[in-house]
C-alpha cells in the first residue's frame, strides 16, 4: 500500500495537541514556514508554503511519522477487537503479525476471510479520512498465496486494487520466490551486468575498476550477500572488497543480539533462537532473569554443561542466579538441594563449582544484560564482529597494511605494489607462464640475458638498482641485502628505525621509485 498527497497540518496537529498548550505555537512554526529552489547553484526568493504539507516541506517527515501511527493505532486495535486476524508466525505460532511499515510502503498482512477484507476496506477509508493521505490504489497490490485466482479477484473488486503475484517487490527486495532458481537471481546478475559495462572495462584503470567493483557489489541487496566470493581485506593483504557472505553473517548476529536484548520486540518471538553463544555472556545484575545453570554467565560454557551431573542432581534446575544467590551458596547453604545425598566424588565437583562462586558479587544496581564478549563496551558492532569473523578465515601477510597502502599515494599505486608483492605484474616471465608470449621473448629489456622476473627487474637490473643505492644515499640509511621484493620493502621502510613518522615516510618513497621504476619499464618495452 502506498499513500500520497497533502494533509492539513493544522487539523493534524490540532488533533494530536488537543490537549496541549503549545499546539497554536507549533501551528505557527509549521504554517509560517517557507521554502527556496535551487536554480543554477543560486537559490531563489523565499516563498510560503499555501498547498498544505508535502513530501519535501519542513516538517513533514514529522507529520508522516504521525499519520503513520495513526495507521499502526489503528491495525492495533481491530486486532485486539478481533475484527482483522493477521499472519500467525513463530514457535507454536506465537506471534501475530498484521502489518509491516516502513516510510510510505506498507505491508497488511492477514487470513483469508471476508471479514478481513472488509476490515482492510474500513481501516483504509478511515485513514484518508482522518489524516487526508490518500491510498495509491493504483500501485497497491493485493498478494495471496496458495489462494485462488478467483476468490483474489473478488477481493480486488472490494478493496479497489490490482491483484499481485509473488515474488512482489517491497523496499527494492523480492518477497516470495524460490532461491533455487536460476530466475531468482537473474535480477543480480543483470544489475551486475549493466553497472560492469564493457566499455568501462576498457577504458578505466585498475584502482577505477576496483572502485567501480565496490560500489557494485556495496549497492547489492542484503539478500544476495551471500551469492559471491570476495578477495581478502587490506589488513590480510587484499584489495579491501568487503567479504560479502561474512558481511551478511555479522548482520544477521545483529539481529541475534537484538532478540537476546530487546526482550518483548516481535522478531524475538517470530524467529527465536540465539546465535553466536560462544561469543556472547550473561552480566548479572539485581534481576532474576538469568539461569543459574542454564545461562551463559561464569566462565567459557554453562553451568549445566561444566558439571553436568550436578545439573541433573539438582532439584531447581531452573532456578535464577538471584535466588540461588539469596538461598546461599557457599558451603552449607540453601540453594544446593539434591535428588540424594552425593557420592565422594560428586562432593569434589561441587567444591570445584562453588570455587568458582567464591569471587562473584552481584550488581544492585544495574540489571541483567547480555554482553558480547569480545567489545570492551559489551556491545554488538558490525564493524568489530565483520574483522573478527574474516581475520579467522584469512591468513595475513606480516605487515601487509604497513608496507602497501599509503593515504598520500594514489591508489594505483598501492595496488602496483600489491600486485609486485603477490608477483602478479605482466612482467615477461609471467607472461610466458601464461602462454601469451613466446619463448625467446623471456628476456630482460635491457638485453643483459636474464629472465625477467620481478625480483630481477627492480633489484638486480644494471640500470635500475643504482637507483636505491642513491636514494639510501641521499637519505643516509645503510644498505639492504634482501633479495626478495618483500623482503626488500620490509627492510628498506625499518631503516630508520620504529618511528611512525620515519617508516611512513619510507613506505612513501619506496612507492614512489617502484611506480617509477614500472614506469621507466614500460617505457623502454612499447617506446624504444
Not at 498484521?98 to 481501516?123: E, M, P, Y
Not at 626488500?488 to 612513501?508: E, K, N, T
Request: aromatic fraction near 10%.
Amino acid at each position: 500500500m502506498r499513500v500520497f498527497g497533502h494533509g492539513d497540518e493544522k487539523d493534524v496537529l490540532s488533533d494530536a495537541l488537543a490537549e496541549v498548550d503549545c499546539s497554536v505555537c507549533v501551528c505557527v512554526c509549521v504554517c509560517t514556514a517557507t521554502a527556496s529552489v535551487l536554480v543554477n547553484i543560486s537559490p531563489t526568493d523565499e516563498f510560503s508554503l499555501e498547498k498544505g504539507l508535502r513530501q519535501g516541506d519542513p516538517l513533514s517527515p514529522f507529520l508522516f511519522l504521525l499519520a503513520a501511527e495513526g495507521l499502526n493505532v489503528m491495525m492495533r486495535a481491530m486486532v485486539q477487537a478481533n475484527l482483522f486476524t493477521g499472519y500467525s508466525v513463530g514457535s507454536e505460532n506465537s506471534t501475530i503479525v498484521s502489518h509491516l511499515q516502513f516510510a510510505d510502503d506498507t505491508l497488511l498482512l492477514g487470513v483469508k476471510s471476508w471479514a478481513n477484507v472488509c476490515a482492510l476496506r474500513t481501516i483504509l477509508v478511515l485513514f484518508e479520512k482522518v489524516f487526508g493521505l490518500k491510498v495509491n490504489f493504483h500501485k497497491s497490490m493485493l498478494v495471496g498465496v496458495n489462494i485462488g485466482d478467483s476468490w483474489l479477484s473478488e477481493a480486488t473488486v472490494v478493496l479497489g486494487c490490482k491483484v499481485g503475484k509473488v515474488p512482489f517487490m517491497y523496499l527494492g527486495l523480492p518477497v516470495g520466490g524460490d532461491p533455487r532458481r536460476l530466475s531468482f537471481w537473474e535480477p543480480v546478475v543483470s544489475s551486475i551486468r549493466t553497472r560492469l559495462s564493457r566499455w568501462k572495462n576498457r577504458l578505466l584503470s585498475f584502482g577505477g575498476r576496483l572502485i567501480l567493483l565496490k560500489s557494485v557489489l556495496t549497492s547489492l541487496h542484503v539478500y544476495a550477500l551471500s551469492f559471491f566470493k570476495a578477495p581478502s581485506g587490506q589488513d590480510h593483504g587484499g584489495l579491501g572488497v568487503r567479504q560479502l557472505r561474512e558481511f551478511n553473517t555479522t548482520l544477521l548476529g545483529k539481529w541475534c543480539w537484538r532478540m537476546l536484548v530487546d526482550k518483548g520486540g516481535m522478531w524475538e518471538g517470530a524467529v527465536g533462537g540465539e546465535w553466536f553463544v560462544e561469543s556472547i555472556e550473561r552480566r548479572v545484575g539485581n534481576d532474576a532473569d538469568t539461569s543459574f545453570w542454564s545461562d551463559l554467565w561464569l566462565g567459557g560454557a554453562p553451568l549445566c554443561v561444566r558439571f553436568r551431573r550436578l545439573f541433573d542432581l539438582s532439584t531447581i534446575q531452573s532456578i535464577s542466579v538471584a535466588d540461588m544467590c539469596e538461598l546461599g551458596w557457599e558451603a552449607g547453604g540453601a540453594g544446593w538441594q539434591w535428588r540424594r545425598q552425593l557420592w565422594v566424588w560428586e562432593e569434589e565437583l561441587l567444591l570445584e563449582c562453588k570455587g568458582l562462586l567464591y569471587d562473584i558479587v552481584l550488581h544492585a544496581n544495574i540489571s541483567d544484560s547480555w554482553i558480547w564478549r569480545h567489545d570492551v563496551g559489551g556491545g554488538y558492532y558490525v564493524q568489530c564482529v565483520y574483522y573478527l569473523v574474516t581475520s579467522t578465515d584469512t591468513v595475513s601477510q606480516a605487515g601487509a597494511p604497513d608496507l602497501i597502502w599509503h593515504k598520500h599515494v594514489p591508489l594505483k599505486v598501492s595496488i602496483l605494489a600489491l600486485r609486485l608483492r603477490r608477483n602478479r605484474l605482466p612482467t615477461k616471465d609471467n607472461l610466458m607462464a601464461r602462454n601469451i608470449t613466446s619463448l625467446d621473448a623471456h628476456f630482460c629489456v635491457n638485453g643483459c640475458g636474464e629472465l625477467e622476473t620481478a625480483n630481477h627487474l627492480f633489484l638486480a637490473f644494471p640500470i635500475f638498482a643504482p637507483l636505491w643505492t642513491l636514494v639510501r644515499s641521499w637519505l643516509g640509511i645503510a644498505p639492504t641485502t634482501a633479495e626478495l621484493l618483500q623482503d626488500h620493502c620490509a627492510q628498506f621502510v625499518a631503516s630508520l628505525g620504529g618511528s611512525r613518522i620515519r617508516r611512513s615516510f619510507l613506505q612513501l618513497v619506496w612507492l614512489c621509485c617502484t611506480s617509477i621504476l614500472w614506469h621507466e619499464r614500460n617505457n623502454r618495452v612499447f617506446k624504444p
